[in-house]
C-alpha cells in the first residue's frame, strides 16, 4: 500500500512569491492534514480537510490556505512568502472510520524562501 | 486550546539504560495521547498510544504512563540501543480526532553506544 506522498520534496522561492504543496493521502484516508515543522521547533497544526471541507485551522495568518480535491489529494499554498516561512510541510492522512487517531505522514515538502 | 509542554528537549542516554520523556497537557477534555518517533531525515511515526481510560500501556521495550488528574503522561523506553535515536513528540487530543492534535516540542534522545 502506498504511503503519503508529497510533492515537491525541495522548493525554492523569494520573498513575497506563492509557493503551492501537493500531498496525496493513503487510498481511503479522507482526512488530510498539514504541518509545519521550523528547524529545531516542532510540529505546528496548520490545516486539516475532511470530505473536502476545512475542519480546524491553526494559529496562522490567512495567506496560509489550502483545499482538498475530491479524490482526497489536497494542496497547500502560501502567498507573499516571508523567510520564517521557511520549514519542513509535512501532510498526514488518517482514516476516521478506524476511529484510532494514527496520523501517517509523508515525508514533507522542504521550503526555502530567500 | 489546548497547551503541550515536553521535557527535556535533549536526553543523551548510555546504551542499555532507561530512558523518560514527560509531557504535561491543559486540556481536561484530552483524552487521546500518541507519541511519534521521528528519525533523521524520516517521516514521524506513530509507537505507541494512550486513551484516558488506561493508566499504562507497554509494547516490548517502550511504555506511555498517564496521570489524568495531575494532567502528564510519560514515555518510557527500557533497554534502549543506537537505533531509537531519534525526535521524539508527543500529542494530546480531545477524541481520536487527529485534526484536533496539539503537539508537543520534540525531545531529541541519543543513546550512546
Known amino acids: 500500500e502506498a504511503g503519503v506522498t508529497q510533492s515537491p520534496t525541495h522548493l525554492i522561492k523569494t520573498r513575497g512569491q506563492q509557493a503551492t504543496l501537493r500531498c496525496s493521502p493513503i487510498?481511503?484516508?479522507?482526512?488530510v492534514y498539514w504541518y509545519q515543522q521550523a528547524l529545531g521547533l516542532g510540529l505546528q497544526f496548520l490545516l486539516w480537510y475532511d470530505e473536502g471541507e476545512e475542519r480546524n485551522r491553526g494559529n496562522f495568518p490567512p495567506r496560509f490556505s489550502g483545499r482538498q480535491f475530491p479524490n482526497y489529494s489536497s494542496e497547500l499554498n502560501v502567498n507573499a512568502l516571508e523567510l520564517e516561512d521557511s520549514a519542513l510541510y509535512l501532510c498526514?492522512?488518517?482514516?476516521?472510520?478506524?476511529?484510532?487517531?494514527?496520523?501517517?505522514f509523508g515525508e514533507g515538502s522542504r521550503l526555502t524562501v530567500l | 486550546g489546548e497547551n503541550v509542554e515536553q521535557h527535556p528537549s535533549t536526553l543523551s542516554v548510555q546504551e542499555g539504560d532507561s530512558a523518560v520523556i514527560k509531557c504535561t497537557y491543559s486540556d481536561s477534555a484530552s483524552n487521546y495521547f500518541p507519541w511519534y518517533k521521528q528519525e533523521l531525515g524520516k517521516r514521524p511515526q506513530l509507537i505507541i498510544d494512550?486513551?484516558?481510560?488506561?493508566g499504562e500501556k507497554k509494547d516490548q521495550r517502550i511504555a506511555v504512563t498517564l496521570n489524568k488528574t495531575a494532567k502528564h503522561f510519560s514515555l518510557h523506553i527500557t533497554e534502549t540501543q543506537p537505533e531509537d535515536s531519534a525526535v521524539y513528540f508527543c500529542?494530546?487530543?480531545?477524541?481520536?480526532?487527529?485534526?484536533?492534535?496539539?503537539f508537543g516540542d520534540g525531545t531529541t534522545l541519543t543513546v550512546k553506544p
Open positions: 487510498s481511503g484516508h479522507t482526512s
Open positions: 494512550i486513551r484516558s481510560n488506561v
Open positions: 500529542a494530546a487530543s480531545e477524541g481520536v480526532n487527529a485534526g484536533k492534535s496539539t
Open positions: 498526514a492522512s488518517s482514516n476516521r472510520d478506524l476511529n484510532t487517531g494514527e496520523l501517517f
